[in-house]
């Protein structure tokens, strides 16, 4: 059973510019979140739309290009 592994798929836009650091170890440290929106029918048959927040953190080389290439309202999957 070691080989099954929790897997999620977000698209989204980021919802703040990446927050990015570099720690006292070198690491290199970027955040961010991220929404996800559902647009559904209800049983009334009217539109509703759902929007969820995520805090995203990525390290390492991952980090560096989120800061070089994304913004505040940049659409992404992850």
């Known amino acids: 059973m070691s080989s099954l592994r929790n897997n999620v798929k977000l698209i989204g836009h980021l919802g703040i510019d990446p ?6 170890s070198g690491r290199e440290v970027i955040r961010f979140r ?19 927040w995520h805090n995203i953190v990525c390290w390492g080389a991952l980090s560096q290009r989120i ?11 992850l």
């Open 19 to 24: 927050e990015y650091k570099r720690l006292e």
């Open 34 to 52: 991220l929404a996800t929106t559902v647009n559904y029918r209800d049983k009334n048959n009217e539109w509703q739309s759902n929007t969820q």
């Open 67 to 77: 800061q070089n290439n994304l913004h505040k309202g940049s659409y992404i999957a």
